[in-house]
Structure formats: C-alpha cells, structure tokens
C-alpha cells in the first residue's frame, strides 16, 4: 500500500515538469511556455504595462477632480442663489436662472470630466498586454 503510493508520487513528479495544456486550445505546450504556439494566447497572467497603468490612474483621478470640482461649484452656486435672492440686483436675475447656469455649468463640468477619464482608459487598453512585470 505504502510502495504502491510512492511510486505514483514519483512518476507524477517526473512527467509533470515536461507539458501542460493550453487553457484555451487545449494543445500540448511546454511546462514553462508563456505564450501557446498554437493559438497564439497568453497562458501568463499579462497587464496592459505600467505606462498604461499610469494612464488609467491619471484618468480615475480627473474623473474624481471633475467630480469634486462640480460639488464645490454647487455650494457656491448656493450661495450665490441666496445672495440673489437677498439683494434682488436684476429683476431678470432669479434664483431660478442662478440654479439654470448653475446646472448647466457643473453638467459640462462632470460630462467633460468623465469624458477625458474615459478616453484615458481607452488609451491605455491600446497598449498590448504583456506578461505582468510584477509576480
Ligand atoms: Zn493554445
């Protein structure tokens, strides 16, 4: 009982080295392989490189600048609305013009913002994946 195990064991250990199989075509390649020689895919874990890694950071962080820009422009649109409505300096001047710009304004504002975040994820999905330089 006890041989029979360690025998098993030992033959696993030599022929597992050699081969492993494709997880995506199932074809035989080299234990070591990094990329199938059949299909062409990463059997590695890959990223898009740190450039592009960079580029996503740079973009999440516009997106939340935009967005902490848009809620300082609604507290100060705020008080704006309430000195308005205090002063009354124009008869065309109402609150409710003061809260129209004021929508407007941050709108642009967050849509610009999540446009540019956007567009910086688009650009760092261009890089071509790699095998991850990190383990
Ligand atoms: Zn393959």
Redesign the pocket.
């Known amino acids: 009982m006890l041989a029979t195990r360690s025998i098993s064991r030992e033959t696993a250990k030599v022929r597992a080295p050699a081969v492993k199989s494709?997880?995506?075509?199932?074809?035989e390649?080299p234990h070591d392989a990094k990329k199938?020689?059949?299909?062409?895919?990463w059997?590695v874990s890959t990223s898009h490189g740190i450039a592009a890694m960079m580029l996503r950071l740079f973009g999440l962080a516009w997106v939340a600048l935009s967005f902490a820009i848009a809620a300082g422009l609604w507290f100060a649109g705020q008080a704006l609305r309430g000195w308005v409505w205090m002063h009354s300096v124009n008869q065309q001047l109402t609150p409710r013009v003061v809260d129209f710009v004021l929508y407007v304004v941050i709108a642009i504002v967050l849509l610009k913002g999540v446009a540019i975040g956007v567009g910086f994820g688009i650009l760092a999905r261009l890089a071509p994946r790699r095998p991850r330089w990190w383990t």
């Open positions: 494709c997880p995506w075509c199932r074809d390649i199938c020689r059949s299909c062409g895919e059997v």
